[in-house]
């Protein structure tokens, strides 16, 4: 079946850097973008950018996310990951990936992984 | 980019009711928003795309409409009849018009 697996919880000290997995099975990996949502404790779910594994890899980020995030793929294992540089408590958050209904990158998501759970603490 | 603010931000209802959360965008978006039930520990799960079309597998007491009259798609509204134990959650609303494809604040349904 369709599904999208994450890495595991992560602890990281402010100013570090974080890589979070998402591994896709069960479709034609480059034929889905994957998208990035966070949900910080006690706050609402915030999409963070996207990548089309097709051809080159193309990105999209939130403006907010600029600069300090990065997303890439690996097609050979149908793998999309997610690099958060210089880390405040502010990031600490459970991160998603997830897949539109559609090779569209503006559909919703109708597969999410489970979530990855990062905690940046000193 | 584009806002969504959703109301009320918390709701208490009970077993059998009837409950309405409301979405408004900050310009107009047409159809091109999807509602979302998420629960803790959870991954979110889609409940309605296109403003009105039912999910594949969501029961039919979520329904999802664009509020009459209102200019270009800039509120929606998401209702849940005959609420179930299963029910309680929290839900947003999320924009495809234009990236970045952002959420509303989300409304956190509780039991009365």
């Known amino acids: 079946q369709v599904q999208l697996v994450q890495s595991g919880a992560e602890v990281r000290r402010p100013g570090a850097s974080v890589k979070i997995s998402c591994k896709a099975s069960g479709y034609t990996f480059i034929d889905y973008y994957i998208h990035w949502v966070r949900q910080a404790p006690g706050q609402g779910l915030e999409w963070m950018g996207m990548i089309n594994p097709k051809g080159g890899g193309s990105t999209t980020y939130a403006q907010k996310f600029q600069g300090r995030v990065t997303v890439t793929r690996e097609t050979s294992t149908a793998t999309v990951y997610m690099d958060v540089g210089s880390l405040t408590s502010g990031d600490t958050a459970v991160y998603y990936c997830?897949?539109?209904?559609?090779?569209?990158?503006?559909?919703?998501?109708?597969?999410w992984g489970p979530g990855t759970l990062v905690t940046v603490s000193s | 980019a584009i806002q969504l603010t959703q109301s009320p931000s918390s709701l208490s209802a009970s077993v059998g009711d009837r409950v309405t959360i409301t979405c408004r965008a900050s310009q107009g978006i047409g159809t091109a928003l999807a509602w979302y039930q998420h629960k803790p520990g959870k991954a979110p799960q889609l409940l309605i795309f296109d403003a009105s079309t039912l999910q594949g597998g969501v029961s039919s007491r979520f329904r999802g409409s664009g509020v009459s009259g209102s200019a270009s798609g800039t509120d929606f509204r998401l209702t849940i009849t005959s609420l179930q134990p299963e029910d309680f959650a929290s839900y947003y609303c999320?924009?495809?018009?234009?990236?970045?494809?952002?959420f509303g604040q989300g409304t956190k349904l509780e039991i009365k």
């Open positions: 999320q924009q495809f018009h234009e990236s970045p494809y952002t």
């Open positions: 997830a897949r539109p209904k559609s090779g569209y990158a503006n559909d919703p998501f109708d597969i």
